[in-house]
């Protein structure tokens, strides 16, 4: 009886050490764990569309970094929904398994700043950050050239261009 209340004692510690070795490997890039809200914003000049990206952030120094990076992540995979007399619009992939079958695509796509080209300006003047209880809450407007980041993705084969359904 005493040996058991023993291996007992053990198997608890030993499950919680050996669950924090492997869930580390969770913190790679992994779309699901943004945290933003994104809604159009407007049409920009020369295919430009901007979008009201809602981020929280632990440092407000990072705000900047995180909105474009948001704001493209959402274009690509989440779409946006409708404001101020502005449609919805679609993500470019439409597929939810493609970014899991394109990962390698994706991980260097952000972890390389490829985004950043994309991003034409982020209204600054406009940024509201909000202090929350542990985070800042921001909202800002990024300009994203759409057309250029859809040129790109039909490239890398990750999309179908638009004329592809008519082609056949």
């Given at each position: ?71 493209i992540h959402g274009v690509i995979f989440s779409g946006c929904s409708a404001s101020e007399g502005m449609p919805a619009q679609t993500p ?77």
């Amino acid at each position: 009886m005493n040996i058991i209340k023993q291996r007992c004692k053990w198997n608890i510690p030993l499950a919680f050490f050996l669950f924090c070795c492997f869930s580390s490997k969770a913190a790679e890039y992994q779309p699901d764990l943004y945290r933003y809200e994104i809604e159009t914003a407007g049409l920009g000049i020369q295919d430009n569309m901007l979008y009201k990206i809602t981020c929280w952030v632990k440092n407000p120094s990072s705000a900047v970094e995180t909105a474009s990076v948001n704001a493209i992540h959402g274009v690509i995979f989440s779409g946006c929904s409708a404001s101020e007399g502005m449609p919805a619009q679609t993500p470019l992939v439409k597929t939810p398994t493609l970014s899991k079958e394109q990962t390698a695509y994706f991980d260097a796509f952000f972890r390389d700043r490829k985004y950043s080209q994309y991003i034409v300006s982020i209204a600054r003047s406009s940024m509201k950050v909000i202090k929350m209880k542990k985070q800042y809450r921001i909202e800002v407007v990024v300009s994203v050239n759409k057309r250029k980041l859809r040129q790109e993705l039909e490239k890398a084969g990750i999309i179908q261009k638009l004329g592809a359904v008519f082609e056949k």
